[in-house]
């Protein structure tokens, strides 16, 4: 599923492909899409830029209109050349933005919309998103705030809860909470703040080195690893589902005891 790293990746991807090219087609299986281009047509506009924001992908072109995409547990964006075979089934495609060089092709994406840039500025400060955990002037007091607010969750699903932050997914979850020694199952309102701020901090640093091209990710420590021993303390590791979307926890229950031990 794309986390918020995959979703900067895409966005890289894309924007080095289409940016500063001229739309020569834009085809979509969403009415609503098609209905805006037809009033506002695609073709003939230039890509400016394409841009992450949290799990939402923004696609800016000129004359003020912007694609929203948001790509939940199974949508993605692929990059072919004109007349290339696609890797999905066509009845899987919801977006086909062409150039003459290259055609962005979005498969199974559940929600997308053509926002004018306001609108675009506006999408996730609306929808209550918080601070995107990869964002450059990522703001750490905001989103210990945000995280704190949710007293009485546990903090493994506060954490993915994208109106406290944006973008960390199911992995980092688990990831962030054993680098930080904190149990998945502790409510957030348990967990002093200074604590709470050391979970963001390792998880935007696991995060940036995974989303990084040069350095190469560490392996992970809890995620997938239920049945292996901790690579800290020889413990087996853990999975439960937890919360109500029943997501899947993995943890030392050793080395993550509460909230507190460090
Ligand atoms: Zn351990």
């Not at 020569?24 to 400016?48: A, I, K, N, Q, Y």
């Not at 072109?61 to 929203?68: A, E, K, P, R, Y």
Request: aromatic share 6%; net charge positive; hydrophobic share 40%.
């Amino acid at each position: 599923m794309p986390e918020g790293d995959s979703i900067l990746r895409a966005a890289r991807t894309l924007d080095r492909a289409l940016a500063g090219r001229t739309v020569t087609r834009f085809h979509s299986v969403f009415p609503h899409l098609t209905r805006v281009d037809h009033d506002h047509p695609l073709r003939g506009r230039t890509v400016e830029r394409v841009t992450p924001r949290g799990k939402h992908l923004l696609m800016w072109f000129s004359g003020d209109l912007v694609l929203h995409t948001h790509m939940r547990m199974k949508g993605s964006w692929h990059l072919y050349r004109p007349g290339e075979r696609w890797m999905r089934p066509r009845h899987d495609m919801r977006i086909v933005i062409a150039t003459d060089a290259w055609e962005a092709v979005a498969f199974n994406v559940p929600t997308a919309a053509l926002l004018d840039a306001r609108e675009a500025d506006q999408a996730g400060t609306l929808a209550g998103l918080g601070p995107d955990v990869l964002a450059p002037g990522f703001d750490q007091d905001e989103a210990t705030e945000r995280l704190e607010a949710l007293a009485d969750v546990e903090i493994a699903d506060a954490l993915l809860d994208q109106h406290a932050l944006a973008g960390i997914g199911n992995i980092y979850k688990s990831e962030a909470l054993f680098a930080s020694r904190v149990s998945p199952f502790v409510r957030v309102g348990d967990v002093p703040p200074a604590r709470l701020a050391a979970v963001i901090r390792a998880a935007r640093r696991l995060m940036q080195a995974h989303a990084s091209e040069t350095a190469r990710p560490g392996p992970r420590a809890v995620y997938g690893r239920s049945g292996q021993p901790c690579r800290v303390c020889g413990t087996v590791i853990r999975r439960r589902a937890q919360g109500p979307h029943a997501r899947s926890t993995y943890w030392c229950p050793r080395c993550q005891r509460d909230g507190r031990s460090a």
